[in-house]
C-alpha cells in the first residue's frame, strides 16, 4: 500500500513475495516524495535490500514490513527511513528502527521523523544555493584494462572541468565485460546513486561513449543527468566556438550526434533544457556554440542538418579560392599541431612575437581552447619570415561526428611546409598522447609530412621523464612559457626548413637536368628515341 501524509490510501497492488509493482511516484528533487510504502513479510523476516533501495530510489518518506503470522495476524513491524544527505557517520543511505510490535507502532511519531529529516535535506539545500551554481558531476570510467586507464580518468575531468562542471567524485570501474544495457550492472548504478545523493549531484558523466538505449537505461536506474564523454567534448567545442565556421561545424557535429538520441527521448530532453541557468549558459549537453541554445525539436533536425551542410560546402568553396589566390610564394608555413592543451597557442605566442596585446592568441589553461587555425607571421635565422599556424588541439578517440565537421579545418593543416608537433612533456601520458596525434594525422593522409618534435612544459616535468621522452620521440625540450630551449628549436627549424628547400631545390635541378637530358637525346641524330619524321613539326 502507498499511503500518502494525511493517510490517504493511494494503490494498493497484490502480488507475489518476489517483487511487487510499484505505482510510479514522482520524484522530488528537494524533497521526500510524501510517501509510505507499506507492505507484508508472509514469510517473516526484516526489509530486504530490494525494500531498502525502493525506499531510497523513489525517495519514499518511510517503508514498512508487518511480518504475517502462521495465525494470519500481524506480526512485527519494520520500518526505515532515509538519512540526510551528507550525514557524517552514517554507514547506509537509510537508518532501520529496531523491529516493533504492531501496538508499539501507535506511539511512534512517523510524521514528526519525516518532518525532521524534510528540515534537515532542506538546510542542505540552502548551503548547496549558497554556493556558485556549477553542476556537480560524478565521473565514471570503465577500466577494462587499458594501460592508460587512470589517465583517461585524468582527462574525463579536465573535460568536465573545462566544461563547467564541478567534479565532486570519480571512479574507475574495473569491468572485463560491459553489461549491455548499464554497462557496469545495476549494483555500481545503486552505489553511484547513493553516492550522488550524499554528495548532491545531480550529474553522472561516462568516460566512454553511451549509445542512446543505454543512456535512458542508466537514466531511469539512477534518476541522475547522463552525459558521456562526447557529449563534454561537443559541449566544450560548442562553449569555445567563435568565427562562423567553427559554429557551423560544431553545431552539426551536436545534431548529427543527438539525432540518434533524440527518438523516444522527449522526456528526458525536456528535463535537460529546462535545467538551464548555470553561469557558462545553460547545462552541459545542450548548450549551442555561441549565443544560440542547441535546437532539439526532432522534426527540424534533418531539415537543420542540410541547411549547415550546404552552408559549410560554401565557406570551403570560398576558402579554396583565397587558398588557391594566396600565392604558393617562397614564405614557408610551419604548422604548429598538438593534444590539446599542450601549449600550442602559448608556443605561437612565443615564436611570433604577439606580446602586443591585440595580437596575442588565446592560450589558456583549457582543453579545446583554439578551435580556429590562426596564422601569425614570425622571423627564423637564416630562413627569413615564416608563417606559424596554430590550429585545434587533439584528442585520443576523437568522436566521429567532430572529426567529419572538423575535416576541412584539420586538412589545411597539409599545406603547411613543417609539422611542429607540441608534446606537454609534464604529463604521465606523454606517449600516448603523442600516438593518439600521430594516428589522426595518419587519418588525414598526412603522416608523411616532416615534424619536428618540441617537448614542452619542460620547466613542469620530471628531468628523468623527460630524458626517457627524449629517447623515445626525439625533440627538443622546451618551455613556452620561460623560454628556455627555444633558441634551440628555432635553429632546428630552420635547418629542417633549409634542408627541405635544398632537398626541393636539388629536385628541381633534378627534373631540370633530367629533361635537358632528354631533349639532348631527342636531337641526337642518331637517337632511338627520334621517332618517325613529321610526328615533332618544330623539329
Ligand atoms: N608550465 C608550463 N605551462 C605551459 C607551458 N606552455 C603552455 N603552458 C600552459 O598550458 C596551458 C595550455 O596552453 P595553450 O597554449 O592554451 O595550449 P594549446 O595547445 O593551445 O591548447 P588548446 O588550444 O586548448 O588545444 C596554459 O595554461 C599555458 O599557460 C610551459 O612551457 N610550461
Ligand atoms: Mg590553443
Known amino acids: 500500500m502507498l499511503i500518502d501524509r494525511r493517510g490517504r490510501v493511494l494503490s494498493v497492488s497484490v502480488a507475489d513475495a518476489k517483487a511487487a509493482e510499484l505505482p510510479a511516484v514522482r520524484r522530488g528533487e528537494e524533497r521526500l516524495s510524501g510517501f509510505h510504502l507499506l507492505h507484508t513479510h508472509p514469510k517473516g523476516g526484516g526489509l530486504s535490500k530490494n525494500d531498502l533501495s525502493t525506499l531510497f530510489l523513489n525517495r519514499l518518506d518511510a517503508v514498512a514490513a508487518v511480518e504475517v503470522r502462521p495465525d494470519g495476524l500481524p506480526g512485527n513491524v519494520h520500518l526505515a527511513h532515509l538519512t540526510p544527505p551528507g550525514t557524517v557517520g552514517e554507514e547506509e543511505d537509510w537508518r532501520i528502527y529496531p523491529p516493533k510490535s504492531p501496538s508499539d507502532m501507535e506511539d511512534f511519531d512517523l510524521a514528526g521523523q519525516v518532518r525532521a529529516l524534510e528540515e534537515e535535506i532542506a538546510r542542505a539545500s540552502r548551503v548547496r544555493e549558497a554556493a556558485p551554481d556549477k553542476e556537480r558531476a560524478l565521473l565514471v570510467q570503465i577500466d577494462q584494462g587499458e594501460v592508460d586507464a587512470e589517465e583517461r580518468l585524468a582527462e574525463l575531468s579536465e573535460l568536465a572541468r573545462t566544461a563547467g562542471a564541478d567534479v565532486v567524485y570519480k571512479e574507475l570501474v574495473s569491468r572485463r565485460h560491459l553489461k549491455a544495457g548499464t554497462l557496469v550492472g545495476a549494483g555500481k548504478l545503486e552505489e553511484l546513486t547513493s553516492r ?188 627569413g619570415p615564416v608563417v606559424f599556424t596554430d590550429t585545434v588541439g587533439f584528442i585520443r578517440d576523437l568522436p566521429a561526428d567532430l572529426s567529419r565537421a572538423f575535416r576541412a579545418t584539420l586538412e589545411e593543416i597539409g599545406d603547411a611546409d613543417l609539422l611542429l608537433h607540441v608534446v606537454d612533456a609534464s604529463a604521465p601520458d606523454a606517449d600516448a598522447r603523442y600516438g593518439a596525434v600521430r594516428r589522426i594525422l595518419s587519418d588525414l593522409d598526412l603522416d608523411d609530412m616532416p615534424e619536428v618534435v618540441a617537448l614542452n612544459k619542460a620547466d613542469h616535468a620530471d628531468p628523468e621523464a623527460l630524458d626517457r621522452e627524449r629517447m623515445r620521440m626525439g625533440g627538443v625540450a622546451i618551455s613556452a612559457v620561460s623560454g628556455q630551449g627555444l633558441p634551440w628549436l628555432r635553429s632546428v627549424l630552420a635547418d629542417t626548413l633549409q634542408r627541405q628547400a635544398e632537398a626541393q631545390a636539388e629536385q628541381v635541378a633534378l627534373a631540370r637536368q633530367e629533361r635537358v637530358r632528354i631533349k639532348a637525346e631527342l636531337e641526337r641524330p642518331s637517337s632511338n628515341l627520334r621517332l618517325g619524321a613529321g610526328q615533332y613539326p618544330h623539329d
Open 196 to 383: 550522488a545523493y550524499h554528495l548532491d549531484a545531480q550529474t553522472l558523466v561516462f568516460g566512454q561513449e553511451l549509445g542512446a538505449a543505454q543512456a535512458r537505461e542508466i537514466e531511469a536506474a539512477t534518476g541522475l543527468k547522463i552525459i558521456d564523454r562526447t557529449q563534454l567534448i561537443l559541449d566544450i567545442f560548442a562553449l569555445h566556438a567563435q568565427g562562423v565556421e567553427s559554429r557551423l561545424q560544431v553545431e552539426l557535429a551536436q545534431l548529427r550526434y543527438m539525432k540518434p538520441r533524440l527518438l523516444g527521448a522527449g522526456a528526458r530532453l525536456s528535463r535537460i533544457g529546462a535545467s538551464g541557468g548555470s553561469a557558462a549558459g545553460g547545462a552541459i549537453g545542450t548548450r549551442g556554440p555561441g549565443e544560440t541554445k542547441l535546437e532539439l525539436d526532432r522534426r527540424r533536425i534533418n531539415d537543420r542538418i542540410s541547411f549547415l551542410e550546404a552552408q559549410l560546402e560554401n565557406v570551403a568553396v570560398r576558402r579554396e579560392e583565397r587558398r588557391k589566390n594566396r600565392s604558393r610564394n617562397d614564405v614557408p608555413v610551419v604548422s604548429i599541431v598538438g593534444y590539446t592543451n599542450a601549449g600550442k597557442s602559448t608556443l605561437l605566442n612565443a615564436f611570433t612575437h604577439a606580446a602586443e596585446e591585440p595580437r596575442r592568441v588565446l592560450a589558456e589553461n583549457k582543453l579545446f581552447a583554439t578551435l580556429r587555425p590562426t596564422s601569425r607571421q614570425g622571423y627564423l635565422e637564416g630562413i
